[in-house]
């Protein structure tokens, strides 16, 4: 079955760097976009950042963009998410979303790995 | 791009109806007939249980129906049970390989 795991989330402080990765099984890894979606403390879920299935094309949320970098690798099937310049306003639980294919729609979510950006 | 905007709660008792609206723009619930909606427990993975607006993904239950008129979609739960409750988010495809998703419902099973 579809398994998306999450990891590398923990406390950092403002101004800091993080890096997230997303364990995929039970599909072609590499034929499927993935995206990362966060949501704050008591408030809605928020895309963040897409990346195509062979990670030729990478789009983010205007809040994230230059600090913020999706990457896959394809031969480990694991995503990632390279978080730099770190501020309160990114404390979230983070989710690694599959997209399914020619479609609009995320059809599998990992459980989320909580980041908080505290001094 | 700006959240969608979802009531923050709604609530039913066993076997009533309800709908939670999701309201967006031209650019984005009213351009493309790509809304979803997500079912999230706390702690636990979001799923989908609507997408393209009305479609109902394999294995989840009929009583979850979704549509949509000009900026506005709407998903209804229909015979409410008590494992219904949780948080319901709609998101919809924003153009450019963008997304934007709803602020979140609360749905409360009385």
């Known amino acids: 079955q579809v398994q998306l795991v999450e990891s590398g989330g923990g406390v950092v402080q403002p101004g800091g760097s993080l890096r997230l990765s997303c364990a995929a099984s039970?599909?072609?890894?590499?034929?499927?976009?993935i995206h990362w979606v966060r949501q704050a403390p008591g408030k809605g879920l928020e895309w963040v950042a897409f990346i195509r299935y062979d990670g030729s094309n990478k789009y983010y949320t205007d809040s994230v963009k230059g600090r913020f970098t999706i990457s896959r690798d394809n031969s480990k099937n694991t995503l990632y998410l390279q978080m730099n310049s770190l501020s309160a306003e990114d404390t979230a639980v983070y989710y690694c979303a599959k997209l399914e294919r020619r479609a609009y729609y995320f059809d599998y979510w990992g459980q989320g790995t909580l980041v908080t950006v505290s001094s | 791009q700006s959240a969608l905007t979802q009531p923050a709660s709604v609530s039913g008792s066993p076997g009533q109806s309800i709908t939670i609206s999701c309201t967006g723009t031209s650019s984005d619930v009213g351009a493309y007939n790509y809304v979803s909606w997500y079912q999230h427990h706390p702690g636990k993975a979001p799923k989908l249980i609507i997408y393209d607006v009305s479609k109902r993904p394999s294995g989840v239950s009929n009583r979850f129906s979704g549509s949509k008129s000009g900026n506005t979609a709407s998903l209804t739960i229909s015979g409410l049970q008590a494992e219904d409750e949780a948080d319901y988010y709609c998101?919809?495809?924003?153009?450019?390989?963008?997304?934007?998703f709803g602020g979140g419902t609360k749905l409360t099973v009385l």
């Open positions: 998101c919809s495809y924003a153009g450019s390989s963008s997304w934007v």
């Open positions: 039970g599909f072609t890894f590499s034929n499927y976009g």
